[in-house]
T-cell receptor, first 114, second 114 residues
Framework: KAGVTQTPRYLIKTRGQQVTLSCSPISGHRSVSWYQQTPGQGLQFLFE???????NKGNFPGRFSGRQFSNSRSEMNVSTLELGDSALYLC?????????????FGAGSRLTVL | GESVGLHLPTLSVQEGDNSIINCAYS??????FIWYKQESGKGPQFIID?????DKRQGQRVTVLLNKTVKHLSLQIAATQPGDSAVYFC?????????????FGKGITLSVRP
């Protein structure tokens, strides 16, 4: 079955702009979580959505937001971009939000802020 | 390809040798641990997991060891192959009830010499 699909794979923005990233989870997976990956901070949890509701949130400013649609597809948005937002944004899906589960990651969206 | 492993510690091993990748985790209450592998240009890929009530788990060519006394996790790869070259991350699932909110280690680059 198809894996987690993220679009776009690469994008370049300038400071102050906003960006929307998209994630299509594995079919049947209802939980979608987002991570930011940078060389300095590594992988950091942004938020998780389950059945269109944000269930968990990491320690990121309010400029970072997300949503999930009824088909489990998710988007994340970053407003008023800063240079430090340059990162690889990873989406992961899993089949349940309770009990141990395996996160399956997409290839990521590489954002460069100039 | 992308480099998400800048400034990460590197383990260099000879093809065919066994590799041991170590990780110190932070939360003594974490109840679930996972190893991920990330190749250039890809998202993290699940390798193996272990629950806190176990101290060893084996998979195909991989073994994970958990030492809760010193909060240490290790990944052993038998007969290391060139395809094992990647960045390896350990992750822990703190007991927050949020199974998608993983805390990742900084990562270790495994380089396999032919």
């Amino acid at each position: 079955k198809a894996g987690v699909t993220q679009t776009p794979r690469y994008l370049i923005k300038t400071r102050g702009q906003q960006v929307t990233l998209s994630c299509s989870p594995i079919s049947g997976h209802r939980s979608v979580s987002w991570y930011q990956q940078t060389p300095g901070q590594g992988l950091q949890f942004l938020f998780e959505y389950f059945s269109e509701t944000q269930r968990n949130k990491g320690n990121f400013p309010g400029r970072f937001s997300g949503r999930q649609f009824s088909n489990s597809r998710s988007e994340m948005n970053v407003s008023t971009l800063e240079l430090g937002d340059s990162a690889l944004y990873l989406c992961a899906s899993s089949s349940t939000s309770s009990g141990a589960n395996v996160l399956t990651f997409g290839a990521g969206s590489r954002l460069t802020v100039l | 390809g992308e480099s998400v492993g800048l400034h990460l510690p590197t383990l260099s091993v000879q093809e065919g040798d066994n590799s041991i990748i170590n990780c110190a985790y932070s939360n003594s209450a974490s109840d679930y641990f996972i190893w991920y592998k990330q190749e250039s240009g890809k998202g993290p890929q699940f390798i193996i997991d272990i629950r806190s009530n176990m101290d060893k788990r084996q998979g195909q060519r991989v073994t994970v060891l958990l030492n809760k006394t010193v909060k240490h996790l290790s990944l052993q790869i038998a007969a290391t192959q060139p395809g094992d070259s990647a960045v390896y991350f350990c992750a822990e699932n703190p007991p927050t009830g949020a199974n998608s909110k993983l805390t990742f280690g900084k990562g270790i680059t495994l380089s396999v010499r032919p």
